[in-house]
């Protein structure tokens, strides 16, 4: 069956016909039929080279072998116990060498359920209700944290969900990115504020990149308030480089999140940070947290394989920063919008000056993004369908893929 008449029946089957919001490409998605390394084959036979890559964990690329071989391995020994297993310790005991920050973790399932729980945690660990996020920030789609948030809540314009109850939200507090006096003030009237989580670098409107000594600014003005900092690294863990934006910016969090990379592209989340704050998880302590497939044996086994070789390879990361410097560099001979990219996440916006915030974000012109969009999928090259989703490259791009990205970047913004 074609994508368009797959599509026409999986609107009768499933909510907008997909299994995630932005997913629903206009006027239908293309389905993928396989992926190997940097590239999908879709059911109706088209190749692309991909700068989605599951909107980020397949930082090596897809059905990476070393990856592969890990999961297949673990598929003969059975992919569910329900009682601990060594491989559990491996990916901790990785997770926590890298990231001075996290002294111990708890697997989940998702960097939903990561963020929800260290939230949670937060709130038992300092007695107080409310949290306060970025406007645009991205953390997941649990009623906490839908409130002004990024990705594609924002593609669709529906960044405050029904069906939040209005006293929950009432302890979500927003402020701006890159405004740390916003952060100040907020703190200053509040006296009941448990947590300010933020993604490091704005990644589901972006990159927005921090401006310099922001996120010291932060660390400093939470920790002046006695309130805990939860870095969202859902998206920068191990993407950033090993020890993601923690050890790239040299920002110590209470709190680290995780999700993404570290499965190696099953479904995996984490959280982590402060021994005497961990210990108040269940059972260790009264914090409840608890699930089916955490910690499940497939996932595991990946993600102790991607990060293995991404400490075996270190020279993957100045690799991809190589890549994505070429790229803006064939983006800036437009002269049209402005590039952003830190390592492998790069960005168009359609936007004269990099954007700083969720406001400036806005400020872009959607319609000529998606015009790019469009014109970069004919050339055979598939980016995130919005304007507030990062790209990412991976591993398995080669040179000749780099160069194809570059051309078309060139070709479909100049026209
Ligand atoms: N936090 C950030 C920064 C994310 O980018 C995402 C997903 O894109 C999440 C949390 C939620 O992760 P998941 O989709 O695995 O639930």
Same mark, same amino acid.
């Given at each position: ?17 997909? @299994? ?7 006027? $239908? ?25 599951? %909107? ?51 697997? +989940?399932?998702? *960097? ?7 939230i949670?945690?937060a709130r038992g660990y300092t007695g107080k209700q409310d949290i306060i ?11 906490a ?5 990024? @990705? ?15 006293s929950l939200v009432a302890h979500t507090r927003?402020?701006? $990115? ?8 907020l703190l200053a009237e509040d006296d009941d504020v448990a947590a300010f ?25 939470t920790?002046?308030y006695d309130v805990l ?8 863990? $191990? ?9 790239? %910016? ?36 009264? +914090? $409840?947290?608890? *699930? ?124």
């Open positions: 069956m074609k994508s368009s008449d797959l599509f026409a029946r999986a609107q009768t089957l499933m909510p907008g016909g997909v @299994s995630s919001p932005v997913r629903a490409i206009k006027p $239908y998605p293309f389905y993928v039929e396989r992926a190997a390394g940097s590239h999908l084959t879709t059911v109706d036979g088209t190749d692309l080279i991909d700068c989605c890559l599951g %909107y980020g964990p397949l930082i090596l690329g897809h059905a990476h072998p070393a990856v592969r071989e890990a999961i297949e391995r673990q598929l003969e020994k059975g992919w569910l116990y329900g009682t601990p297993t060594p491989l559990e310790l491996d990916l901790a005991g990785v997770i926590t060498g890298d990231h001075p920050a996290v002294e111990m973790v708890r697997f +989940v399932s998702s *960097g939903s359920e990561a963020t929800m729980a260290a949670r945690l996020k970025i406007e645009g920030g991205f953390h997941g789609a649990h009623d944290v839908l409130v002004k948030a990024g @990705s594609g809540a924002t593609t669709l314009g529906v960044p405050d969900s029904a069906g939040v109850p209005a927003q402020v701006p $990115y890159n405004d740390p006096e916003a952060l100040e003030t989580i933020l993604e490091p670098v704005m990644g589901n409107v972006g990159p927005v990149l921090p401006d310099d000594g922001y996120l010291a600014d932060v660390r400093e003005i920790a002046a900092l939860i870095l969202d690294e859902v998206i920068t863990g $191990y993407r950033a480089g090993i020890g993601g934006a923690e050890v790239l %910016y040299g920002v110590k969090p209470d709190l680290a999140t995780f999700g993404k990379i570290i499965g190696g592209g099953l479904p995996i989340g984490a959280f982590g940070g402060r021994r005497d704050i961990m210990e108040l998880v269940a059972p260790a302590g009264p +914090v $409840y947290q608890a *699930g089916t497939f955490s910690g499940n044996p497939a996932s595991l086994a990946a993600g102790y394989a991607a990060l293995r070789h991404l400490h075996e390879h270190p020279e993957i990361y100045r690799r991809l920063d190589e890549a994505t410097r070429a790229i803006g560099e064939a983006a800036a001979d437009a002269g049209k919008g402005t590039f952003v990219r830190i390592g492998s996440l790069f960005k168009h916006f359609f936007r004269s000056e990099p954007p700083r915030d969720y406001r400036e974000v806005k400020e872009c012109d959607t319609e000529a993004f998606s015009r790019f969009w469009k014109a970069m999928l004919e050339t055979g090259i598939f980016l995130p369908p919005s304007q507030f989703e990062t790209n990412f490259l991976s591993a398995a791009h080669t040179t000749q893929d780099i160069e194809q990205i570059a051309d078309a970047y060139r070709s479909c913004l100049f026209a």
